[in-house]
């Protein structure tokens, strides 16, 4: 039974509940205002302003703003407390007519405010913690001091040191994000709550892929709420744009410097700039323009190993690749804000985003093929083959890579309604103007293998074959593939809010949102060629000189001297392109291909959502649900084949519909002042099938033996999520934190394969059983500002993530992990801060990951334990002018993947240090 106290707040919960329904009374003032910190200018998020005696409160939100509604005329006391800075006490005279503005500037006793560096490390910190304790749901914001750590465009490099977050490193960037054990495809990145596009077919989200210096914060969201997108299980990565309004009057800002990267001792450099200002007899326009440059040239060593494993899962070699990929970039990010506030009530804005990526990528290296059908003398470490072949590969492409999104909006406040509508527009587009894959070998090689160094495979020539002579080299293989494609959409939505100011705050919230998506793919311009005429291959060839390739190979790593030129290639094609034959299954292949890669798909969602939210005494309840409607339409063609002839290609279409209800409810506790938040919550989301596994395709590849069917029946998965948390916050910035959640997944996408009656490979992808995950997060934020003397410029960040994540994977009785699920994170970052010098020394962990599951363990793939260190150093030299020399990967660490187990590596790439420097300005 309920006590005497427990009856009375029921009680009093729920009559105040159903007053709190009631109309507004006939007071019905405002107070509004913008709180700032006094020491740098900028507004302060996440600032909490009282007015004790009406029993009211406001967040401040992004721009510092606050509105506290419905005040009865008369004098009252403002609180402002803001972690970090020190809380104040302001009279108040609430007059009839007009708001009544009052405006806030924060100061801190703790830090002097010529100490620049201090005061911008401690402001960054703090807005993060700031934000998170206000929030309505979990979150993690990552602070405005992590983002100036940021050198390369690269978003990842700041989301890899969150809780719960594990960001894998591709072509030596930090590129796609998994959250709580979920893959990138199960988690949603969007620009203000709006999705990003993309192009690869997936819902992987290039972090590299925005204009970082277009961002005010990055929120990780691990608990959603009714009001956002529901396609997220793992949670969402909220990319929040600047606006002139967060740092009002005339602001420019940037950085410019260059990047040494040591395993090919290459020179970049990059530059970027963003200038704003507020103008207007009342400051209500505000613009704000940003534009960024980033040129990167890099090389990586890389070796590739496939193996042939036996019944008894014995590894024998079947092929080695050693090659070096150079890499030229130019990246281009710009952006432009303007935003009109013409009465606190009204606000409106425009703004446009768009980053360009041009690559040349070209791998050169030296393919080792021992002939599998006759392996000789067969060890765990050695072998020995005879008529195996040695192929000299060149694979040069040119990405274009380039995003846009453009989006215009208002917000209108009157008295206790709030309506707001938008309407945006996003196009991601992938061209490839030059792909060439080029292949020439020396055949008939007698090949032994040396693997006891597992890591480098070394191969020696036990016949008379002489690699360094060209004119031995035969041609075997000539590929042009490029597909363009195209994603495209509009999105539409509109909300309303409305409070109620009985004697329990309530707010209610609905809404609807409508997406409209279009995507496209072709591939014209596919050809494969398996003949030369009247040109010799020793004419086509480039040296290639390597001398410090693989160095930790000590030598085991060897190049052939020279490759093929993929510029002599493309000449020839294009002048005499008679001297290219084609076999038929050259030109099976080449009708194939481009027949497998033409189709359309549409993705319309319909959706809608109310939620209330409801302050009682030290609890925050937050309850809604949220409906959407998904209706999936596309085209493809259905290639058949019979003994290598193409026998129709069918133009097919199909589509599909479903309907999910998802709610949810968070709760809030604080006690201690407000510096113990307790959370827990209760939610649905779903994540959706990747639009590449969606078309009603099927794909022939006769070289292959291997057919590939597209299921436009996919269903989303779904899950419940449970969630619960506790945050302690210590002053003067700094939080301790622990949290639990699990995650009940159905319905899991999942590649199957089986052997057709015409006895060819053939896959699909399908819904399974699903998987569950239990994860652990803690963390630790402390700046030891009270420390006397050297010793208080001392901070830390830590935090670890332990993950149980379970898979049912069709074929295997075991339990498996989630693909790119780790059991262990673990980030570590110790800073100094003192006079004009900032020191920040940063560690990375991540435990071993599932890459693809095999049909048993021997055949699974994985990515290897990583330990990655960091080190930047910042030099104030005037004011807010600073300059910044950073290092990353300090160990030269690889990333690695293997087969089995970790004496079966099949990718190991080292991509050295990178070496940054440059000044920033601040004006």
């Known amino acids: 039974m309920l006590n005497t106290t427990g009856r009375r707040g029921l009680a009093r919960l729920l009559a105040c509940t159903a007053l709190s329904c009631l109309p507004a009374t006939a007071f019905a003032e405002d107070l509004v205002g913008v709180v700032t910190n006094a020491a740098s200018g900028n507004a302060l998020a996440g600032a909490v302003v009282r007015v004790g005696e009406a029993g009211r409160e406001s967040v401040t939100a992004q721009d510092g703003g606050f509105v506290i509604t419905n005040l009865a005329p008369g004098d009252y006391t403002l609180v402002v407390t803001y972690a970090g800075l020190d809380a104040q006490r302001i009279p108040v005279t609430v007059a009839a007519g007009p708001p009544t503005r009052q405006n806030v500037r924060l100061t801190s ?41 940021i050198r390369e465009g690269n978003i990842g490099d700041a989301l890899v040191r969150l809780p719960g977050v594990s960001v894998e490193t591709r072509a030596g960037v930090q590129r796609t994000a998994t959250i709580r054990g979920l893959a990138p495809q199960y988690n949603t990145v969007t620009v203000d709550g709006l999705r990003m596009t993309n192009v690869d077919g997936n819902r992987d989200i290039a972090l590299d892929s925005f204009p970082a210096n277009m961002l005010a914060r990055v929120e990780v969201v691990k608990s959603p709420t009714a009001d956002m997108s529901a396609d997220a299980i793992g949670g969402t990565v909220d990319l929040v744009t600047k606006s002139a309004f967060d740092r009002r009057g005339l602001v420019i800002e940037g950085a410019a410097g260059g990047t040494y990267n040591d395993l090919r001792g290459n020179w970049n450099y990059q530059a970027g700039a963003t200038v704003s200002n507020t103008f207007g007899a009342d400051e209500q326009f505000g613009l704000l323009g940003s534009l960024y440059y980033f040129r990167d040239e890099r090389g990586y060593d890389v070796m590739q190993t496939g193996y042939n494993v036996s019944a008894q899962d014995e590894k024998t070699i079947n092929r080695t690749f050693y090659y070096d990929r150079s890499e030229t970039k130019d990246k281009i990010g710009a952006g432009l804000t303007f935003d009109f506030r013409p009465s606190d009530n009204t606000r409106a804005f425009l703004r446009g985003i768009y980053h360009y990526d041009y690559r040349d990528l070209n791998h050169q290296g030296t393919d080792y093929r021992p002939n599998a059908a006759t392996l000789a003398n067969v060890t765990p470490d050695s072998a020995t083959s005879t008529g195996g072949r040695i192929d000299t590969i060149a694979f040069y492409r040119e990405p274009k890579n380039v995003f846009q999104m453009y989006s215009g909006g208002a917000e209108h406040r009157a008295g206790a309604w709030t309506v707001d509508g938008r309407v945006a527009f996003s196009k991601a587009r992938k061209t490839y103007p030059v792909t060439l894959q080029l292949v020439n070998s020396f055949n008939g090689v007698n090949l032994a293998y040396d693997r006891s160094d597992r890591d480098f495979p070394v191969f020696t020539i036990t016949n008379n074959i002489d690699v360094t002579d060209p004119g031995r080299l035969a041609f075997r293989q000539f590929d042009t593939n490029q ?86 290639y493309l000449q020839l094609q294009q002048t005499n392109p008679g001297a290219f034959t084609q076999t038929a299954a050259a030109r099976l292949f080449t009708e194939e291909t481009r027949a497998n890669a033409d189709f359309t798909i549409g993705e319309d969602i319909y959706a809608g959502y109310l939620m209330g939210t409801i302050d009682l005494d030290a609890f925050q309840i937050v309850a809604g649900a949220r409906i959407e409607h998904t209706k999936v339409s596309s085209e493809a063609n259905a290639v058949v084949t019979n003994n290598g002839l193409i026998q129709s ?149 830590a935090n670890y993530t332990w993950l149980d994540s379970k898979g049912a994977y069709p074929g295997r009785a075991e339990d498996l992990p989630l693909v790119n699920s780790p059991r262990h994170i673990l980030n570590g970052v110790v800073s100094y801060v003192q006079g004009p010098v900032s020191v920040r020394l940063s560690y990375n962990y991540l435990s071993k990951r599932l890459e693809s599951v095999g049909a048993r363990a021997a055949l699974d793939v994985y990515n290897a334990k990583s330990s990655v260190w960091d080190l930047a150093v910042k030099v104030r030299v005037r004011d807010r002018h600073s300059v910044f020399f950073n290092v990353k990967n300090l160990t030269d660490e690889p990333t690695i993947q293997y087969q089995g187990g970790r004496s079966d590596p099949t990718l190991l790439t080292y991509y050295g240090r990178q070496f940054n420097f440059g000044v920033n300005f601040d004006f």
């Open 109 to 149: 006793s703790a830090v002097n405010v010529e100490e620049i560096l201090v005061v911008a490390r401690l402001e960054g910190q703090a807005g993060a913690i700031n934000l998170q304790r206000q929030a309505p749901s979990l979150r993690t914001v990552v602070s405005a001091d992590a983002l100036g750590q």
């Open 483 to 568: 597909v363009p494609r195209t994603e495209k959409e509009w999105s539409f939505d509109s909300n309303f809010a409305r409070e109620f100011t009985g004697a329990v705050p309530v707010r209610m919230k609905g809404g609807v949102r409508v997406t409209l998506k279009d995507a496209s793919q072709a591939q014209p311009l596919t050809v494969r060629y398996t003949g030369l005429t009247g040109v010799a291959v020793a004419d086509l060839l480039e040296p290639l000189s390597s001398p410090d390739f693989m160095k930790a190979s000590d030598g085991r790593a060897v190049l052939v001297g020279f490759t093929p030129d993929w510029r002599k």
């Open 649 to 797: 290609i069918t133009r097919v279409s199909d589509s599909n519909t479903y309907t999910n209800v998802l709610p949810g409810v968070q709760v809030r506790y604080t006690a201690m002042e407000d510096r113990l938040v307790l959370r827990g919550a209760v939610t649905q989301s779903i994540s959706r099938p990747p639009p590449g596994d969606l078309v009603p395709s099927r794909q022939e590849n006769a070289q292959l033996n291997q057919r590939v069917i597209g299921n436009p029946n996919l269903k989303p998965a779904e899950s419940l999520n449970l969630d619960a948390s506790a945050e302690y916050f210590l002053p003067p910035v700094g939080l301790i934190s622990a949290g639990v959640f699990y995650k009940d997944i159905s319905d899991f996408v999942f590649s199957s394969s089986r052997i057709a009656a015409d006895g060819v490979d053939e896959r699909t992808r399908q819904n399974g059983e699903g998987g569950k995950v239990t994860g652990l997060e803690v963390a630790w934020v402390q700046q030891f500002t009270s420390l006397p003397g050297m010793l208080s410029g001392l901070g830390v960040e």
